[in-house]
């Protein structure tokens, strides 16, 4: 069976930081991309960032540049998101992925089920 299960996810004073940390089991991860998404309360969800299966390319959403490291370790089968500088609007349900395509796909084949973070401020 196919499974992401992320963690790390809890509640964090504004200006703090959290790594989320998320585990496949069933595959390995090394031919996937790999994206972290969130979703606040009464919000669309937002791709946060994607890292390419090698782990050379990366990309983020405007509102996390410069605060948020995605990475991967494939030995492990598990990546992370580094968060930094977190502000009450970082505030959201956050969500790994998995897909054997590309980060510019629209479409990611496996989720995990999501982990809460909450940023008070």
């Known amino acids: 069976q196919l499974q992401l299960v992320e963690s790390g996810g809890e509640l964090v004073q504004a200006g703090g930081s959290l790594r989320l940390s998320c585990t496949a089991s069933g595959f390995r991860l090394d031919d996937y991309v790999i994206g972290w998404f969130r979703q606040a309360p009464g919000k669309e969800r937002e791709k946060v960032s994607c890292?390419?299966?090698?782990?050379?390319?990366?990309n983020y959403a405007n509102s996390v540049k410069g605060r948020f490291t995605i990475s991967r370790d494939n030995a492990k089968n598990t990546f992370f998101l580094q968060m930094h500088s977190l502000k009450p609007e970082d505030s959201a349900v956050y969500y790994c992925?998995?897909?054997?395509?590309?980060?510019?796909?629209?479409?990611?084949?496996?989720w995990g089920q999501g982990t809460q973070v909450t940023v008070s401020s």
């Open positions: 992925a998995a897909d054997i395509t590309t980060c510019s796909t629209g479409w990611f084949e496996y």
């Open positions: 890292i390419s299966q090698k782990g050379d390319s990366t």
